[in-house]
């Protein structure tokens, strides 16, 4: 599945602009959303290749598709790729059947549109929701998130409130245990944002609440898991109240570092905050959720590429993929059992019924669970799923054939990798139930 969900209909309904898929030639980083001077800085020294789309990461380079592939389809053959290498090495089951196990008697094959785009999609298939580890539920559960956050906080901001955009990291060393870094991020979280000290900020500053996000990468030094937290207030701050909480926050972090028996790291880099401005940029970027903003920021780690030559985990697979690297399969499965049970996106309790009270939230299964809609092309059953199934080559050029032409570009796509039409039957033929030959799975 691509990163879009056509079907989608709860939070969405108030977009301010129609689902698009991310442009690959969008140059601005991330960064630019916030209008404070020094936070460009800051924040490039924390992502400095933002979400430009030069960086959509080396495994896309990589995973290439075939030159002249507009970015949409490029970005959906990649994911399918590396969902295709998850299946072969992943430890949980369910991303093993994310898109492969039928849920009933046949697969189908819907056409629709999304945007102004032709769209095709299998459905009827087994979906695995699992944000962290897979490529293709990630970029769906991913962007559905993102765009909930910039509704959100667009709202909010539009109502006069504030926003400050958090990112704490703990300083790291080559050989930490993921695990043991994910841990003391959350406690160090807990720490800072559970004293009496902040409960006072919390009443002085007019703090609803906060959305958070964790990212991880691993670099030279092993791995780095850092958390972007965007803070929300009812007004918005002003310079003094923005910047004494930054540095009483800093402080805490320290302490709380401190507290847990790890190096203090360095002040600017440990914890940065920068407030989120409704000012020139916001409206636009917020509007723009698919391609760059605050709700992609937040939410989007999977179009991001690892920071300072450090690399993602969807890179860390990819380069599996290419290289066959034990190294990179063990790190792989670290993260598989350190990312379990963890949340990878979430609002403090309350927030979002405040600024979202008439959208109700969707589980990330349900998002994942979402498929094409529009009509049946074609029915598909088990043995003849099979055939197609096993390449992700020749299932990503039966839907995209099947976007332009329906049945006749699936057929054309069959002959020309030689695979029977056997037990494919078209939406006519399905009805009718003396033509359907349903083998057994
Ligand atoms: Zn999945």
């Not at 769209?119 to 559960?141: D, M, Q, S, V, Y």
């Not at 959305?211 to 007004?235: D, F, M, S």
């Not at 399969?329 to 049970?341: I, S």
Request: proline share 5%.
């Amino acid at each position: 599945m691509s990163g879009k969900s056509p079907t989608n209909s709860g939070v969405g309904a108030g977009r301010r602009q129609e689902p698009h898929p991310p442009s690959s030639t969008q140059t601005s980083s991330a960064a630019t959303s916030f209008t404070n001077g020094s936070g460009s800085e800051i924040l490039s020294e924390i992502e400095p290749e933002g979400l430009s789309g030069h960086a959509l990461s080396r495994y896309y380079a990589k995973f290439a598709a075939a030159p002249g592939q507009d970015p949409f389809s490029e970005r959906r053959i990649i994911r399918a790729r590396l969902l295709h290498t998850l299946r072969q090495v992943s430890t949980v089951d369910r991303c093993k059947s994310c898109g492969w196990t039928p849920l009933g008697l046949a697969v189908v094959l819907k056409v629709g549109t999304t945007g102004d785009r032709k769209t095709a999609g299998f459905g009827g298939l087994e979906r695995c929701g699992r944000i962290w580890l897979c490529p293709e539920c990630a970029a769906k559960i991913r962007l559905r998130r993102g765009e909930e956050v910039a509704e959100g906080i667009s709202r909010h901001l539009d109502n006069d409130g504030g926003a400050l955009f958090w990112t704490v990291a703990i300083p790291h060393e080559q050989g930490d245990a993921l695990k043991a870094v994910f841990t003391t991020l959350t406690e160090l979280i807990r720490l800072v944002a559970s004293g009496r000290p902040f409960q006072r900020d919390k009443k002085a500053l007019g703090i609803l609440g906060n959305i958070k996000a964790i990212e991880v990468t691993h670099g030279r030094n092993g791995w780095h898991p850092h958390a972007h937290i965007l803070v929300v207030t009812e007004r918005v701050l002003t310079w003094e109240q923005w910047t004494t909480f930054a540095r009483n926050l800093d402080y805490r972090v320290a302490a709380a570092l401190k507290k847990l028996g790890w190096n203090t790291g360095r002040a600017g880099i440990r914890s940065t905050v920068i407030p989120v401005d409704k000012g020139e940029g916001l409206a636009a970027y917020i509007t723009k959720v698919q391609e760059k903003g605050l709700g992609n920021e937040l939410a989007r780690a999977d179009l991001k590429s690892g920071r300072r030559g450090g690399r993602t985990p969807f890179e860390i697979l990819a380069d599996f993929s290419e290289t066959g690297l034990v190294d990179d399969l063990e790190l792989w499965w670290e993260y598989e059992k350190a990312t379990a049970g963890r949340s990878a996106i979430r609002w403090s309790k309350g927030l979002r019924a405040l600024l979202l009270p008439d959208t109700a939230e969707q589980s990330d299964d349900e998002i994942a669970a979402e498929e094409q809609g529009g009509e049946a092309a074609a029915y598909i059953t088990m043995p003849a799923w099979r055939r197609i199934r096993r390449d992700p080559e020749v299932r990503l050029a039966c839907e995209f054939a099947a976007a332009e032409e329906g049945w006749e570009g699936l057929l054309r796509v069959l002959i020309r990798y030689r695979i029977s039409a056997q037990g494919i039957y078209t939406p006519e033929e399905w009805a009718v139930p003396d033509e359907v030959e349903l083998e057994p799975g």
